[in-house]
Structure formats: C-alpha cells, structure tokens
C-alpha cells in the first residue's frame, strides 16, 4: 500500500514537470507566432511604402520635370530607408530564432527523459 502511494507520488511529481515543460513550449510557440505576426506586419508595411514610392515615382516622371538627378536621388532615400528597416528585423529574427532552437532542442531532450522515465 505504502509503495504504491511512493509510486503515485512519483508518477505525480513527474507529470507536474513534464505539464511545466509542455507550458513552456507552448508560450516559446506563441513567442513565434507573434514574432511571424510581426514580419508579416512589417512585410505589409514595407510593400506599403514601396507603392507609395513608386506612386511617386510615375507621378513626378508624368510631370515632366524629371531630371534623372532627381530621381535618383528620390529613388535612393526610398532604398536606404527600406533597407535600413528590413536589416533590423532580420537581426532581431535571426536572434529569435536561435533562442527558440536552443529552447526546442532542450525541451526535445527533456521530454525524452521524462518519456524514458515514465516507461
């Protein structure tokens, strides 16, 4: 009687790691649903205004005024603003993205053991 309430205990203590573990993954998928959130939402902005400078873009060329100096220049500050914006996230992704690797890998491994353990 006595091993089999050890044996419950047990079996209890490690379903509560393994529940702690399962919750962890669950808030490192939202961690990558909201990060993919924000990409698509940057994505969405950046097309934006790309549009917007190429709007500009045919309406300064219609005009007739269009010294290719000009131009140029517009187009250049466009380039180096989308460029300056999209290398940012791309950091901040590339970092995401190896922290939620290690996490994954670790959870990986620690279920394992928990899944060895309970057999």
Do not use: C, H, P
């Amino acid at each position: 009687m006595r091993k089999q309430a050890n044996s419950e205990a047990e079996q209890k203590i490690k379903l509560k790691k393994e529940m702690q573990i399962l919750e962890k993954f669950m808030e490192d998928i939202m961690a990558v649903f909201r990060l993919t959130e924000e990409k698509l939402d940057f994505n969405k902005k950046v097309l934006s205004e790309r549009e917007q400078a190429n709007k500009n873009t045919r309406i300064f060329l219609k005009s007739g005024n269009a010294s290719s100096r000009t131009w140029y220049e517009q187009t250049r500050k466009t380039s180096k603003i989308v460029k300056r914006r999209s290398t940012g996230l791309t950091i901040l992704t590339l970092n995401f993205t190896n922290s939620l690797q290690k996490r994954i890998k670790s959870f990986q491994k620690n279920t394992s053991v928990s899944k060895r353990e309970i057999k």
